[in-house]
């Protein structure tokens, strides 16, 4: 079955003053029509970079893609040029941007930021594009919208800038939409609106959503499959039933660790002991191996391989490995 979306071993690096530094390595994502799929991991993990990269949003000249292929319903986008990824971008994949108040232009008019991608893709004239940017103001559920298109950013709330993003990238109907962390620094009523909101739109619309976050709690509420990604590499992926309820590599179980849990509340709360390594001075082995409680003489020193546990559900982690378990290694 062809995906919508399908990333094939893509390792990104950028130029720096201190050399090439790999943000992300040997990165495999899949992501079918309609479905919502969640990247999880700590900041600085490679989400972002994951989903821009995808988008060629990377910067031109700094981004370096080493190695893979990243295919859009069949067809290789890193090949094509800059003209032809434009005709993509907001028409059949957009983004919904993690700072509401960075990613919208503050000397622009709410109105006239969502006119653009109606008057460039949809060819439609400015009145037209203004009653549709209403119409799509009433849709995420913004209050008096006829007023709000006239509106700058600095003007409205960190909830309603989210939805003006949100509209922003539904305005051309894509068939995925890249959600990177659409609820960061809003309050607990308004993150919830907004997760019932994008939930609400992809029923009506059929679209695929990439939901990029470190929330855990928002993953389990939105995703089918997860990928969880650790300094740059995806270490695990599965259903969410494989990764909340049968986590197998020691990171995963570390992140759900360290979650409050409701119905266990004198539970002692357990953090990932250190800190993600340095990008420029990577372990040779796992990555994971500095801060890992299992971790063996083989893990500093050789990648461990993706072992498939039981589906789609897969680790990479030497403890998982046939090797290991034959008893063949330290």
């Not at 009145?127 to 700058?152: C, F, N, W």
């Not at 266990?264 to 500095?290: E, N, S, W």
Request: with cysteine.
């Amino acid at each position: 079955m062809k995906h919508l979306l399908e990333m094939e071993h893509v390792s990104i690096a950028f130029h720096t003053y201190r050399g090439l530094l790999e943000a992300i390595h040997d990165v495999s994502i899949s992501v079918d029509a309609g479905e919502t799929v969640g990247i999880v991991g700590e900041s600085g993990c490679g989400k972002s970079v994951t989903a821009q990269a995808v988008m060629k949003l990377l910067p031109a000249g700094a981004a370096v893609y080493q190695c893979g292929h990243i295919y859009w319903d069949g067809r290789d986008v890193l090949p094509i040029s800059d003209h032809e990824m434009n005709r993509l971008r907001g028409k059949e994949m957009a983004m919904v941007f993690q700072d509401p108040m960075t990613s919208l232009n503050p000397v622009l008019t709410i109105g006239s930021q969502i006119r653009e991608g109606l008057e460039i893709h949809q060819h439609l004239n400015r009145t037209e594009a203004d009653v549709q940017a209403v119409e799509l103001l009433k849709a995420v559920g913004m209050t008096s919208p006829e007023k709000r298109i006239h509106q700058y950013p600095h003007e409205l709330s960190g909830g309603m800038r989210q939805r003006c993003l949100i509209a922003m990238a539904l305005s051309c109907s894509p068939r995925l939409l890249f959600a990177d962390e659409p609820t960061t620094a809003l309050d607990v009523t308004t993150e919830a609106q907004v997760l019932a909101l994008l939930r609400k739109l992809q029923e009506k619309s059929g679209m695929a959503v990439v939901l990029i976050s470190h929330n855990l709690g928002v993953i389990a509420q939105m995703c089918r499959r997860i990928y969880v990604m650790y300094a740059g590499m995806v270490v695990e992926q599965g259903t969410a039933g494989d990764i909340f309820y049968r986590p197998a590599h020691p990171y995963t179980r570390g992140l759900l660790a360290s979650l409050p849990d409701p119905d266990h509340k004198d539970k002692v709360l357990t953090g990932i002991d250190g800190q993600a390594p340095d990008l420029f001075h990577m372990p040779a082995g796992c990555r994971f191996y500095p801060r890992c409680p299992y971790a063996m003489k083989v893990c500093m020193h050789r990648l461990p391989p993706a072992c498939r546990q039981d589906g789609i559900h897969q680790a990479s982690c030497w403890l998982l490995s046939p090797e290991w378990k034959k008893g063949g290694m330290a």
